[in-house]
């Protein structure tokens, strides 16, 4: 397969902590002139079959998407899954655990924020949720700018919801054995999302790197909005040092909020293969099949 003009691999709707729902995405990915485009909801994949058909009705290539929350060396990381079969039971289950637990966590967020003089705090951010199950930081960051106590989303998470500061509810996410399983057994392409943000060092990004590889992931998000230009060529490095194929998205959540919009991300590095060609043949049948 050719390799696409303009790919975004990584972005969020209003089934997780996006504002734009998945339709509204698709066609703002088409005016940006993104041609293949996958949804990746945190631990959710009920907004698919929208993004899929608003892709086929505005020529979008698609891929479905996913970015799991996982638990490596006691830092929360993020796997996002691409090309994989949504109705697989395994990646059901394993996504449905992890969206029951948030419930609890985001409770004792809205306690810790009490004590620290925000109230309400829980109350607040349930009306920036779709799903009350797929609650997250996120939400109460908007919430703690409506409130005035923030001017915006940046300035929330250097003072609150972070280790260390109020608002902050340790959370125990899946393995990373495990969200690469429900990828693969899925038949789809694990991804190491936005890997810079994870702050290891370089003994810790070599070990995460060989357990994600030895579990049977295929991919490193190189060119992301999460990462400054440096680090475009830094990961593509890594993604030749372990024979990783490289990502792109955005990881657009809001017009408001992001770094980044959809489509507007720098060319990638030269010299190595993307994950849409590993999915060159699930790309194909998807474009060709009416959702």
């Known amino acids: 397969m050719p390799r696409p003009f303009h790919a975004d691999l990584h972005c969020h709707s209003t089934f997780s902590d996006g504002t734009l729902s998945p339709s509204a995405l698709a066609q703002r990915a088409r005016a940006n002139g993104v041609t293949l485009w996958a949804l990746t909801d ?14 086929h009705a505005c020529g979008l290539d698609f ?48 306690l810790q924020l009490a004590a620290a003089g925000i109230p309400n705090a829980y109350e607040g951010a349930l009306k920036y949720v779709g799903n009350p199950a797929l609650i997250s930081r996120t939400h109460f960051a908007r919430y703690l700018v409506e409130a005035g106590v923030c001017r915006d989303t940046y300035e929330v998470f250097k003072h609150y919801l972070v280790e260390g500061k109020p608002g902050y509810a340790p959370q125990r996410w899946a393995s990373l054995e495990e969200a690469v399983g429900w990828i693969t057994d899925a038949h789809g392409v694990a991804v190491i999302a936005h890997p810079a943000r994870y702050g290891f060092s370089h003994t810790e990004e070599y070990a995460f790197f060989s357990s994600f590889k030895n579990y049977g992931g295929q991919a490193l998000e190189a060119v992301t909005g999460s990462h400054a230009a440096h680090e475009f ?19 657009f959540h809001s017009p408001q909020e992001s770094k980044i919009d959809l489509g507007t991300l720098p060319s990638d590095p030269a010299g190595l293969a993307g994950v849409w060609e590993l999915l060159a043949d699930r790309i194909h049948r998807a474009s060709t099949t009416a959702p």
Not at 65 to 84: K, Q
Request: proline letters at 4%.
């Open 42 to 55: 945190h631990d959710e994949v009920a907004g698919l079959p929208q993004a899929q058909s608003a892709a």
């Open 63 to 110: 891929l479905t998407g996913v970015e799991i929350s996982v638990s490596f060396a006691n830092t929360t990381v993020h796997i996002v899954g691409l090309g994989f079969d949504a109705d697989n039971p395994s990646l059901q289950q394993g996504l449905h655990a992890l969206r029951n637990s948030r419930g609890p966590r985001a409770q004792e967020m809205g």
């Open 233 to 251: 060529s830094r990961y593509a490095d890594w993604a030749k040092e372990f024979g990783f194929a490289i990502s792109r998205g955005s990881d």
